[in-house]
């Protein structure tokens, strides 16, 4: 009996202190005592690092001694990894393969054979390609077509000797222009192939006019549509006037054309 009545009095001299948490950071405390953190069981490594931090006057969240530490320690586990695998390939590169001959030579030779075989092979394409349309027979070229007409020489002086196409001065006025006119048509991708020749037949005054005619040969199969496109006098006086607005800008060499003055017309 006194037992019990000795338990009964312990029991009520034992105060029970109300159980109270300090906000959300998971520590609990009884009365005045220590508030231990609450562990969550779902927790990770960085959860535990974030935990250690606290916050600054500014509401920044500082990390304390422990927590930068351990997040020093994360970031170097990994440097020994990057140091390892950077020295295992240089290890790899500089291994013999035969003789002296290393792997990173074998490499590089390789690496300079396939260029060298895609070269070669460009060049050897380059040199059996054969445009098509560069394959014709020029002696089925037999339709002869005409253009003729006038431009003028604004820096040249008429004189008498001109006028006479026999002279040895308007023969070699006559023999420079129809070099230059032959230059233009053959070096034209679309009329090249059927220019035949150009001739100068006259100078005449008012300042220097050169009449000139153009010679074209077409095969016959082909006429009809190369006198409709092609042929056509619209294509043949755009390119003799498009290489009078190219020429040189120095318009004081005799040798100059003015583009307006030039005049073209068919001859059937």
Known sequence: MESNSWRRASMDNIEL????????????????????????????????????????????????????????????????HKISALSRIKGELKEVVFWKIRLWMVIIFIFLLICAVIIISLAVCASFYKDPDDDFDPSLFKVPRYFNGSFQLPNLVFTEELSNLSTSKSQELAADFQEKLADLYRSSPALGRYFSKAEISALRNGPVIADYQLTFLMPEEEQDQLRNFTLSREMVYNVFRQFLYDQESDESKPMYIDPVSLIMFLTH
């Open 17 to 80: 202190l109300p159980v109270s948490t300090n906000g959300n950071d998971g520590r609990v405390s009884a009365g005045n005592g220590d508030g231990v953190p609450s562990r969550n069981p779902d927790a990770t490594e960085r959860d535990a690092l974030l935990t250690g931090q606290s916050t600054g006057q500014n509401g920044q969240m500082v990390p304390d001694g422990n927590a930068a530490e351990a997040q020093r320690d994360l970031e170097n586990a990994c440097t020994p």
